[in-house]
């Protein structure tokens, strides 16, 4: 198993910047993608960011050239850093692990991103 511990959400104004933090810890070997999702209040949790093991990165369109999304292997963390927020910006973001056995997924609590107009 794989546990996920996000951090680093909060209420920031439109263009400001965030930066989230996913600590890692358990079978982090199994790990093939580490992605980062949001989700609002009746719609579907959506990809943000993904970095897989091999350290290839995919964007969402709407957040291309805004958001970077890194690892660091030697603290078993992820990262999604954000600038340029917009209000639209605005959802839970969750970390997320699927992993190369069973293609299971492991998902954090999660951390609320707030921008303000």
């Known amino acids: 198993q794989v546990q996920l511990v996000e951090s680093g959400g909060g209420l920031v104004q439109a263009g400001g910047s965030l930066r989230l933090s996913c600590a890692a810890s358990g079978s982090i070997f199994s790990v093939k993608q580490w992605g980062w999702y949001r989700q609002v209040p009746g719609k579907q949790r959506e990809l943000v960011a993904g970095?897989?093991?091999?350290?290839?990165?995919n964007y969402a369109d709407v957040v291309k050239g805004r958001f970077t999304i890194s690892r660091d292997n030697a603290r078993n963390t992820v990262t999604l850093q954000m600038n340029s927020l917009k209000p639209e910006d605005t959802a839970v973001y969750y970390c997320n692990a699927r992993t190369y056995f069973y293609d299971s997924n492991y998902w954090g609590q999660g951390t609320q991103v707030t921008v303000s107009s």
């Open positions: 970095i897989a093991s091999g350290g290839s990165t």
